[in-house]
């Protein structure tokens, strides 16, 4: 089955591409993480995903990802979550008015 997925472009607007279905080949695994440290340099940026664990009173910074794009590159996914931004909290405060009360 492929999937339609919209692929961001900078210098020109185009339609949505046809992706092939995304492979795991190297395993990659999903991570939590509720802290974020942006680093950029003259030709990246890295993007340090962390954990903050508060555990008996202490509290400890993991780091969970390592992520590194092209400054073009991070524009490019700035302005796709920009976009999707509003349609999240749209939805978000539809789940809310439909949700039962809890009490």
Excluded: C, W
């Amino acid at each position: 089955m492929t999937e339609t997925k919209e692929v961001a472009e900078e210098h020109q607007p185009q339609a949505p591409v046809t992706l092939p279905p995304v492979t795991n080949p190297h395993g990659v695994s999903s991570v939590y993480a509720n802290n974020l440290e942006i680093a950029t340099s003259s030709i990246d940026v890295r993007l340090l995903f962390n954990e903050i664990i508060m555990e008996r009173g202490n509290i400890a910074v993991e780091r969970r990802a390592n992520v590194v794009m092209s400054i073009d590159h991070f524009r490019a996914m700035m302005q796709v979550l920009a976009r999707s931004q509003p349609a999240q909290d749209a939805k978000t405060v539809a789940d809310a008015k439909t949700a039962p009360d809890a009490g």
